[in-house]
């Protein structure tokens, strides 16, 4: 414990009752995770088996356990668990899946197959919008932990009513497919365990210590999951932000941090202060900003580092000259203080704003990464694979068959699909059994009925491989058998481009390496729990997200574009005057920063070519004025800054024809 603070010190000492770290940003709380995770097994408190440490994405997860590893060296920490809450809850039901009502190998279902079936129940010809709304509706009952009984009770009017109504016939039919949806692996178990004491004590056996991180981001689901396992002695290190709490819209309940102390009263919280990221004057304005909150814990930080350059706020004509100005400063910089480019990064409010930031820093060709592309498990081979791979592990998945039949597209199209399932559900069965079935293919068109049968028979024999090859040379046999392969070649119009798909696929085949046999089934519910935000490495880039996206990073150098009333804070919040979670979110941003830091906003927008007079934020007037220089403040220094960065635009617009 070399090196940590004294509150740091006392959170990782704490190991007889319940414990709330409350973290400030850049306060070192991954450090004091790990390190009480090693206290806890050095000490004899528990073994490393019965500690369980519970993030919230797959990358933070990863990042934990790669710190463990440098921390605790032999096996010491053979059995420790660190995963996310999802992950927690999947171990639970493939362990205790009988509980649950599934049987073994059964699917987890992607936002894509989950849509697909809540659009199947609903009317035919809704808009999307209704689908999207009756989807939010019961990811909300889940997330609260509700059952399709419980949330009809709850409703109050027609439309909750028919919401509810909705629900139970999407859960009765994922029971038919053998499946779970997402929201699934965190309800289903806390469900069972507050159901079933024995399971509540096998459990608490498991799990002997919970360490859990990013606590106030916790919905009621996983606060119920949290408190199930920690049972009433509340073995349990919960460490979280309430100034970061910025995902309510996703159900998060900061006020979890809140009731600990009710269901715990024991609880001791210690504060983390001490920040080692931000330059003082940066903090200074955070203090100052997220003070305007109301607080049960006020945490001010602090820092050993220098003051730091003024905060810089910018007045922009529009987003074109916001973008183009913001580009210039990058440019400039890197170029004079040799920077790399992943020191920088461009925060906004909401994902169309990073349109006029590309353009802008496209045209003085300054590489840059967009988080929020195209996910690895979004690419349309990979999802079509794991269609396959997921009906040979579960024949009653018809999300999966729906996909895989026509992956690549054979003699059956809707028509066909539409008849197979009103028979499928006649004979109540799911489709893939359907298909099985002598009597049914009859019923269809022979062309069709032949290319139905040829399918399951490429089926069959992947069921066959699945019980002598291991899973990752399962994934290169079905990529040639499924007929994946030669589909994306003849896609494809170059052999670079064939190369690129392919090698998607040997991706995903690897990284069912080191499966160790556990079945395609588990492997394939295991890989539906990737977080489809958890992108690859930017490289050397500039980084552009959203303030959302930003939580837990840091830059030498961030812009915050777009502070203007309506969009930070949003204008939905305005209109309701709820404006907490949008201080919190550019709090959140404020604090990524290491150095320097930069705010801009408009002055005017163009909409539906019609121009607009814009606001800057009301936020602006909550920042100390000691800490903040404006556009115009200082002229002379406005105007050697101005000529500065002219030349330096000039250079590299000369190098650029050069190059030509």
């Known amino acids: 414990m070399h090196g940590l603070n004294p509150p740091q010190r006392a959170a990782v000492e704490h190991t007889d009752g319940p414990l709330l770290v409350l973290a400030g940003a850049g306060s070192g709380k991954t450090r004091v995770i790990v390190e009480k995770i090693a206290h806890l097994i050095a000490s004899g408190r528990m073994p490393a088996r019965r500690i369980a440490a519970i993030t919230f994405t797959n990358k933070s997860a990863k990042e934990m356990k790669e710190r463990v590893a440098k921390r605790i060296r032999g096996d010491a920490a053979e059995g ?6 999802h992950a927690l809850g999947l171990k639970m039901l493939q362990i205790d899946h009988a509980k649950a009502g599934l049987r073994r190998g059964f699917s987890v279902f992607d936002s894509d197959d989950s849509a697909a079936q809540v659009k199947d129940l609903l009317p035919p010809g809704s808009k999307p919008d209704v689908l999207d709304n009756a989807r939010n509706l019961i990811s909300r009952a889940k997330n609260a932990g509700l059952s399709p009984e419980e949330a009809m009770a709850a409703s109050r009017g027609p439309r909750e009513v028919e919401a509810a109504a909705l629900y139970a016939r999407y859960q009765a039919r994922l029971q038919t497919f053998n499946a779970v949806d997402f929201d699934d692996l965190i309800r289903l178990p806390v469900q069972l365990l507050e159901a079933d004491e024995d399971m509540r004590l096998a459990w608490r056996e498991r799990i002997g210590y919970l360490l859990v991180d990013e606590c106030q981001d916790t919905n009621d689901a996983q606060y119920r999951l949290l408190k199930a396992i920690a049972g009433p002695k509340g073995l349990f290190t919960c460490v979280g932000d309430d100034d970061q709490s910025i995902y309510a819209w996703r159900g998060a309940n900061p006020d979890n941090l809140l009731t600990l102390g009710t269901d715990y009263p024991s609880l001791r919280i210690v504060k983390l202060e001490q920040n080692y990221r931000c330059s003082n004057r940066v903090l200074r304005a955070a203090n ?31 987003g074109a000259h916001e973008a183009e100005k913001v580009a210039a400063e990058l440019h400039f910089i890197a ?16 994902n169309h704003q990073s349109r006029a930031l590309e353009k802008a820093l496209q045209l003085l060709r300054v590489p840059y990464h967009l988080t929020g592309g195209t996910a690895f498990l979004e690419r349309g081979e990979v999802k079509d694979a794991l269609s396959w791979l997921r009906l040979v592990a579960n024949p009653d998945d018809d999300a999966a068959f729906l996909r895989a039949v026509q992956a690549p597209r054979r003699e059956v199209g809707a028509t066909t699909l539409a008849k197979l399932a009103e028979l499928a559900q006649k004979s109540h069965m799911p489709m893939s059994r359907a298909a099985e079935s002598v009597g049914v293919l009859k019923q269809l068109a022979p062309r069709a009925g032949n290319a139905l049968d040829g399918f399951i028979g490429i089926i069959r024999g992947l069921r066959g491989d699945a019980q002598r090859l291991p899973p990752a040379e399962l994934v290169r046999v079905l990529a040639e058998k499924s007929g994946l392969l030669a589909s994306i070649r003849a896609q494809c119009k170059d052999e670079a481009s064939f190369q690129r798909r392919r090698q998607n696929l040997e991706e995903l085949a690897e990284w069912f390496e080191g499966g160790k046999g556990s079945g395609p089934g588990e492997l394939a519910a295991q890989l539906a729990l990737l977080s489809h935000a958890d992108k690859g490495e930017a490289g050397n880039q500039v980084r552009l997200m959203s303030l959302h996206a930003a939580k837990g990073l840091e830059f030498r150098y961030v812009f915050i574009v777009g502070v203007n009333d309506g969009t930070l804070p949003h204008e939905a919040a305005m209109e309701e005057g709820s404006l907490d979670e949008e201080r919190r979110l550019l709090y959140v941003g404020i604090t990524r920063a290491k150095e320097q830091l930069w705010l801009s906003y408009c002055r005017e927008a163009q909409r539906w070519g019609d121009r607009f007079r814009l606001q800057p934020s009301r936020f602006f007037d909550e920042l100390p004025p000691a800490e903040v220089q404006r556009d115009g403040a200082d002229p002379v220094a406005d105007a050697a800054r101005k000529q500065e960065r002219a030349q330096a635009g000039l250079a590299a617009i000369r190098a650029l024809l050069e190059e030509g």
Do not use: M, Y
């Open 80 to 85: 420790l668990t660190v995963c996310t809450f």
């Open 288 to 318: 100052a900003l997220i003070a305007h909150n109301p607080h049960e814990h006020l945490k001010t930080l602090w820092s050993e580092n220098a003051d730091g350059e003024r905060i810089r706020i910018w007045e922009c004509r529009d």
């Open 335 to 350: 170029t004079a203080k040799q920077a790399p480019w992943s020191d920088f990064c461009i925060l906004f409010r909401s």
